[in-house]
Each structure stands twice: as structure tokens, then as C-alpha cells.
């Protein structure tokens, strides 16, 4: 009897320290994460499928679920994510990836090269009617070089290929489960390899995601149990529910409620910069804005750092390029400092001594028609008369994208943040010929040979050097013609729960929640 | 009474259907294309006219309009833009939210607005009732949304008693009630009030009085019972308004209701749904006005309808 009792004992203590032995064998992770974090954002998801995305909202949500080849991490700095290692051909015109070999999808299966191409050609297939396939069409064809080794060759020289792949567009999808199509895979997005995996999304309600148990990285393994989303429109109301506890998440933040929400004990506050330039485009097509003097007249009629202050409440920074400073190949292309005096004489050169009339589009968001206004008062005071015409999201989108916006828009104020974090995607989709609306987004529809060759230089090659030097001429070249008046770089705000960590808006104005933990 | 029965129910075929067109018409005029708001900046034109083709966008809108119709009367409303789920799955996520909200809120300002419109009128011209009646002003003209920040700021963020939105269980539906109930609540009042004096002021009641009975069943059973023609009218009014979704009232306290569902969708002109919630407004109007008529029918014996 006692010696089955001390040997059960044994068994037990024998038993207890090989458990304890391989839980910490098991690395350093103890039990399982069990807090959910609640994000509050400014309105639901539209689709969950990154190759269908177009909005930082999804692009957020989709960050915990699906991985590219490559990414950008919270500093907005290229790393790799499935690969471990790459190379840009030197005519760029191909790229190879190197898969890392333990990369795994949520099911606990191989990412293999094969994987990648089947990916991507259903994200470059035109039937799939994917809002994203613009963005990789440069791609030809896809080798399977090996079980770990994928090359994308491209039509055409493409040195901005790399900085492509990061986009988060640019995610691998589980070939299995493409075959359920779009729609099921924009409101079901499984099949992805990221540290959180789907569980279910009440359109309207809230998106929630658990933790991915199967995840291939303990690196950046998930460190709470689940996320949940809720779409809040109302910014009070998202402040007031970060306040009761509700959230422990909310961006944005509108910058006039910033120091009203620092001084709440328990609330941490935290602005960080982003790639987001904001600026008046001018269409450099019609009347008085065909004249380049006229156009940088305005803008040394309109005051940055006051704008700055006054309509981001401080919250900015200056544009001294039409590519953000956090942009690759941005440099200082020069200064437009705020003299209403030269701006009178600009125009008086240009042959409007009584300045002139014209229209100013504008959204209909709080923020935006206050920016107009201020606009529009700054223009009053060297003669120039602005109509302001705010609409709503769709209706400017029907107005800009349509053959005969060349005639009919004047003046828009708008932003634009390039998610591949790279001058090309800054510049070419906002200032070459081939952009002209409805193609893309050159609102200023400006039309200069010698820029689209540099933008071309930058393309041609894959060699920094060479890319930094034609982008640098560039801007150069933009700065001095100055199709819009260049406004600022945009803060990114946010807030959480002070003990809520890890939870980050990159650059890119994507809310990043992956790296969240509660202390 | 069955016979009129028959007959408004089926007078809500041509109805729903002329406005079913009057609602395609009315969206399809509103500037801006989905195709558009769908494909985004970063899209080529030929996705933006793929995603005409997909949605039906280039055909003439009679076309369009026919194909809905026909697909309606078979129960199927269209899938949503953007998200391409099904526009009932949709709508079915948000319809018992705004249901449950609108019966609550109802019947909070039943209560309240009936109660204190009785006491009113019986009352009348004291201090009580001029007390009253400003509180009625005041409640049908502080604006919903401020009310419900009031609200939110007091209970939720000061005192932390409640929550401030959404659906964490039955502690979140106080405040969206009382902020819908107290403009319901106003109005009912003042329309049971008005009513109320003519019933309290006319010779039966008088009679009734003179011959001694009891003045609380004079009140309830003989003045009110009179009275309840206008109140019912108002309350089924607002019966069908509430169902509509009390977009403010749903905004602030981001509550997943129809109104909030009607908003975005307007923003992302996404047809199908708001052509298939226009319906569904309506079809929730004209069943709420065919229930005060029943109501008014059980309530006065001496109506008839034929």
C-alpha cells in the first residue's frame, strides 16, 4: 500500500516535472493569451479580401490575417514577410523571392512557390473583376524556379517592383480556398498565414478575429487572444467609449479633442507621423491655372504653417515636395514661403492684376470644409475669388472620374498616401500624362513630357542610385511648376486604454493591431 | 370589417409598388456611380466598367428597374455592393436591433407621454400643467443628437453607470430609449393633453359627474377610452417613423440598426440595399397605419368601415 502510494507519488512528481519541463522547453510563451482588445474605428469594413481592397480600414483588418512575400512593418520599413530573401533582376524586369521554409497558412500547411503563383495569377485574372489587378498588371508571367523559390516576370521595366509586393494588396491567399470566389472570400477571409485567424463579421456590428494557434513565427506570435472591431461613425462616441472602457482602441482621433482626451487619467494619447501629403490641385489645363506663375503665385499667397495650426491644430508637417518626407527618394524640393505681396505681383505678371474667379471641389467631412474655407479666405486676400462646392465621397468620385473632368474641375483640395511607400506610386498616379482622370488620380491633369521620362528613369531600373537621382529631378521639376498648391503632411492620431500597448497607425494611415498586448 | 380588411391589404401591392419605382428613380438620379466608389482611385477603367457590366450599371434603367422587381416578388433583394453578400443577410442583421429599439422607445413615450398628458388635462391651466407642457416643448425641441451626448456624457463617461453604445447586453439599450422616448414622449403628451380637454369638457362627462360617479372611471373609462382616436393616430405615426431606424439616435449610440444601415449605404450608393430598405420603410408605414385603423375600429364600436 505504501509503496504504491510513494511510487503514485513518484509517477506524480515525475509526471508534474516533465510537464513543467516542456512547457518551458516549449519556449517562452506560459498559458495562452486570453484578452481581447476592442477597436473602435471610423466605420465597418467593405470587403476583407486584400486583392478587392481599397481602403485603409479593410487593409487594416486584413493586416492580422494575411501576409506578402514582403511588407511593411509598424515603422514603414520593407521587410520581408513569407520570403526571407529576394533579388530585383538589374533591368528590372523580373524579381525572385526566396520563401522562408517555415512559412505556414492558418490550416498548418507549406507555403510553397507553387502557392504564390496560383495566388497571384487569381488576383491577376481580369474575370475576378478585382480592384487591385491594375496595381500588378506589370507582371507577364510566374516561374516556379523550386518548392521555395517563385520569379514574377515583368512586361516592362519596373525598378518600383519591390516596394509593390509590400502593398498590402499584395497578400498570398490559400489556394483552396479561392475556388469559393470574391464574394465569399470578401465577408470570409480565411486562407491567409498571419498571427490572427477570421471568426466571424456582423456587417455593421463588429469583425472579430481570434489567434491564430497555428501561427509560423513565435517571433510575432499574437499576444492577446482575440480582436474585436466596432464600427463607430461618431467621433464623440468613440471618444466617449474609450473613456468608459468600452474600447481600448479608437482612431482617428479629430485633432480638436486631442487635448481634452490627454487630460483623462487611464487614456493614452499618441500622434505619429504619416506619408499622407495633402494639397489644392489645380487644373493646369484651363484659364487662369494653365499659367505656371498664376499657380505659384497661390501658393505663396496661402500660409502652410498657419494652415498647419489651424486646421490640423498643429498637427502636421510641412510639404516641401509633392513626395512626403517619409516616402523612399523624397527630398526638399524647395520652399513656397507664405508672401501675399510677391503672389499679387506673380499674378499682375501673368496678366490678372484683379485676380480672378474660380471653383474649389471639396468633401464634405467637417475637417475638409474647414480646410476649404481656409483656403478660400487665404486666395481672398491676393484677389483670387473661390467658390467653394463641397460634396459628398461618391458624388466628387463621379465628378473627378469621368472624360470630361478635364473641362469641368477647376481646384480640389484632396490627399494622397502612396502604400507602397515609394516615389513612384507618390508621383505617377497624381502627376504623369497617363494619369489623367478617369484613368487615375492627376487631378492637376498636368501633361510634362520631360517629368514623365524622369518618372520612366525611375522605372527602368532597379539601382537606387539611379532611382533616387531621377525621382530627385523630379520633384525638382513638380516643386517648380506647382501644379497644386502643397499644403502639409498630415498626423496620424490615435488613442488607447494606458494599458493597452503595442497597438500602432503606420505611415500609411493603416491601423496596425497585431502587435497589441494588455499589461 | 373583414371585407375593409381584405381590401387595405390589397391596396398594398400598388402602393409598394409605386413606390418602389418612385424610390429606383429617386436613387438612380442622386449623382455619383457605384462602380466608381467600388473600383476606387488605384482601379483601371476597365474594372470600373467590368463592375458595371457585373452590377447591371450600363443597362437602361426600366431594365434594371424590371429585373429588380421580378427578383423582389421571388424574394430575392440582390446582393450588397462592395461586400457582395445577400441584401436580406444584410438586412437582417439590422433589423432586429432597430425593431427592439422601436418597440422600447415606444413604449416609453407611450407611458410617459400618456400618463402625463392625463394628468395635464385633468389638471389643466395649473402649475403642474404649464410644468408639463414646457417639459413637452423642450423635449420635442432639444435636438436628438444633443440629448443623447447629454446623456452619454452623464451616465456613461461621468458617473461610468452605463454603457456608452452599442450592444454589451441589456444595460446598453437604457440610454438609446430614453433619448428616443423623451422626443416621443413630448409629443404624445401634448396631442393626449389636447385631446383629453375636449372629452373632459364635453356634456356626457358633465352628465356623468352631475350624477355622481366616480371621478377616476369619468377620467379612464369614459373620457379617455373618448379620447383615444388622435393618440392612437400619433402614437402609429411614430410607430412607423421609429421603425425607419432613429438614425441620430442609432449614430450616436453606434447601434447596429436599419438607420445607421441607410446612412452608409447612401454614402456608398449602394442601390440594392437602399432600394430594398425604401421598401421595407414603407411596406413597416403602411402596416403601422393599418394597425391604428384596426385599433381605432376596437377602440369606437360606432366606426365602420365599409
Not at chain 2, 122 to 135: A, E
Request: charged share 10%.
Amino acid at each position: 500500500m505504501q509503496i504504491r502510494r510513494f511510487l503514485g507519488g513518484l509517477g506524480g512528481v515525475l509526471g508534474s516535472a516533465a510537464l513543467l519541463f516542456t512547457t518551458m522547453a516549449g519556449g517562452a510563451q506560459a498559458a495562452a493569451p486570453t484578452a481581447n482588445v476592442t477597436v473602435a474605428l471610423s466605420g465597418d469594413a467593405v470587403c476583407l479580401l486584400p486583392y478587392n481592397t481599397n481602403d485603409n480600414l479593410s487593409f487594416g483588418v486584413e493586416s492580422n490575417i494575411y501576409q506578402g512575400l514582403v511588407g511593411y512593418n509598424a515603422k514603414m520599413q520593407l521587410v520581408g514577410e513569407l520570403a526571407k530573401s529576394w533579388t530585383v533582376a538589374a533591368n528590372a524586369k523580373s524579381i525572385t523571392f526566396n520563401l522562408n521554409p517555415a512559412a505556414r497558412f492558418s490550416d498548418g500547411t507549406k507555403v510553397t512557390a507553387q502557392d504564390v503563383k496560383e495566388s497571384f495569377t487569381f488576383l491577376l485574372n481580369p474575370k475576378n473583376n478585382l480592384v487591385r489587378t491594375a496595381l500588378y498588371s506589370v507582371i507577364s508571367q510566374i516561374n516556379v524556379l523550386g518548392p521555395e523559390t517563385v520569379q514574377f516576370q515583368l512586361s516592362k521595366p519596373f525598378g518600383a517592383i519591390l516596394p509593390t509586393f509590400a502593398h498590402p494588396a499584395g497578400a498570398v491567399v490559400e489556394p483552396s480556398v479561392l475556388s469559393k470566389g470574391v464574394n465569399y472570400l470578401c465577408a470570409n477571409p480565411v486562407g491567409g498565414t498571419g498571427p490572427f485567424v477570421f471568426k466571424d463579421w456582423v456587417q455593421g456590428d463588429h469583425i472579430t478575429l481570434v489567434r491564430n494557434a497555428n501561427y509560423w513565427n513565435p517571433a510575432n506570435a499574437a499576444k492577446i487572444a482575440s480582436i474585436t472591431y466596432k464600427p463607430v461613425a461618431d467621433a464623440s462616441a468613440r471618444i466617449a467609449g474609450l473613456e468608459t472602457g468600452q474600447f481600448q482602441a479608437i482612431y482617428p482621433v479629430p485633432n480638436e479633442l486631442v487635448q481634452s482626451l490627454k487630460s483623462q487619467p487611464g487614456i493614452n494619447v499618441q500622434v505619429g507621423s504619416s506619408n499622407a501629403a495633402w494639397y489644392v490641385a489645380m487644373n493646369t489645363q484651363q484659364g487662369p491655372l494653365k499659367n505656371v506663375l498664376v499657380r505659384q503665385a497661390l501658393n505663396y499667397a496661402v500660409d502652410k504653417a498657419t494652415f498647419i495650426n489651424v486646421v490640423w491644430g498643429g498637427y502636421g508637417q510641412p510639404l516641401n515636395s509633392p513626395v512626403p518626407p517619409a516616402d523612399a527618394y523624397a527630398i526638399n524640393a524647395g520652399n513656397y514661403n507664405y508672401n501675399p505681396a510677391k503672389a499679387k505681383q506673380l499674378l499682375a505678371k501673368a496678366g490678372y492684376p484683379h485676380g480672378f474667379t474660380t471653383v474649389l471641389w471639396v468633401g464634405n467631412s467637417t475637417e475638409s470644409i474647414y480646410a476649404a474655407t481656409f483656403i478660400q479666405q487665404q486666395l481672398a486676400q491676393v484677389g483670387v475669388n473661390v467658390k467653394v462646392e463641397p460634396m459628398d465621397n461618391a458624388s466628387l468620385d463621379s465628378a473627378i472620374f469621368t472624360p470630361t473632368a478635364v473641362k469641368t474641375l477647376r481646384m480640389n483640395y484632396t490627399g494622397w498616401s502612396a502604400s507602397t511607400g515609394d516615389a513612384d506610386w507618390a508621383l505617377r498616379p497624381l502627376l504623369a500624362t497617363s494619369s489623367w482622370p478617369p484613368s487615375l488620380y492627376n487631378l492637376a491633369f498636368f501633361g510634362n513630357k520631360q517629368f514623365d521620362s524622369l518618372l520612366q528613369q525611375g522605372l527602368n531600373s532597379g539601382a537606387p542610385a539611379v532611382r533616387a537621382k531621377a525621382y530627385a529631378a523630379a520633384q525638382k521639376l513638380a516643386w517648380q511648376q506647382a501644379p497644386w498648391i502643397f499644403l502639409g503632411v498630415s498626423d496620424n492620431i490615435w488613442a488607447t486604454r494606458s494599458n493597452v500597448k503595442g497597438i500602432v497607425v503606420r505611415e500609411d494611415e493603416v491601423p496596425l493591431i497585431y502587435g497589441a498586448y494588455v499589461q | 370589417m373583414a371585407s375593409y380588411l381584405v381590401r387595405r391589404v390589397l391596396q398594398i401591392i400598388p402602393t409598394i409598388i409605386g413606390v418602389s419605382i418612385l424610390a429606383f428613380l429617386f436613387i438612380h438620379a442622386i449623382p455619383g456611380n457605384p462602380a466608381i466608389v467600388m473600383a476606387g482611385p488605384n482601379a483601371s477603367t476597365q474594372t470600373i466598367h467590368n463592375l458595371s457590366v457585373q452590377f447591371g450599371l450600363d443597362r437602361p434603367l426600366i431594365e434594371q428597374y424590371w429585373y429588380f422587381l421580378v427578383n423582389a416578388v421571388h424574394g430575392q433583394f440582390g446582393t450588397s455592393f462592395g461586400d457582395g453578400q445577400p441584401v436580406t443577410k444584410i438586412i437582417g442583421y439590422h433589423f432586429m436591433p432597430t425593431v427592439e429599439l422601436a418597440f422600447f422607445g415606444l413604449g416609453l413615450a407611450v407611458v410617459i407621454g400618456v400618463g402625463a398628458g392625463i394628468i395635464s388635462a385633468v389638471r389643466r391651466n395649473s402649475t403642474l400643467d404649464y410644468t408639463v407642457m414646457t417639459l413637452s416643448m423642450m423635449g420635442v425641441s432639444f435636438p436628438a443628437f444633443w440629448l443623447a451626448m447629454m446623456l452619454i456624457a452623464l451616465f456613461a463617461v461621468r458617473l461610468h453607470a452605463l454603457p456608452s453604445g452599442g450592444d454589451a447586453g441589456w444595460t446598453s439599450f437604457i440610454l438609446p430609449v430614453i433619448s428616443l422616448g423623451t422626443s416621443g414622449a413630448a409629443s404624445i403628451a401634448r396631442f393626449t393633453r389636447q385631446s383629453m380637454v375636449t372629452t373632459l369638457t364635453s356634456d356626457y362627462v358633465r352628465t356623468g359627474r352631475a350624477k355622481g360617479v366616480r371621478e377616476s372611471a369619468l377620467i379612464l373609462k369614459h373620457a379617455f377610452k373618448n379620447a383615444l382616436g388622435p393618440i392612437i393616430t400619433i402614437i402609429g405615426i411614430q410607430f412607423g417613423f421609429l421603425l425607419g431606424g432613429a438614425v441620430v439616435v442609432e449614430v450616436v449610440y453606434a447601434w447596429p440598426g436599419l438607420g445607421n444601415l441607410l446612412i452608409t449605404s447612401v454614402e456608398s450608393r449602394n442601390y440594392p440595399v437602399i432600394q430594398t430598405l425604401l421598401l421595407l420603410f414603407s411596406l413597416e408605414f403602411i402596416l403601422a397605419s393599418l394597425l391604428v385603423d384596426i385599433a381605432y375600429a376596437i377602440v369606437n364600436p360606432r366606426v365602420r368601415y365599409d
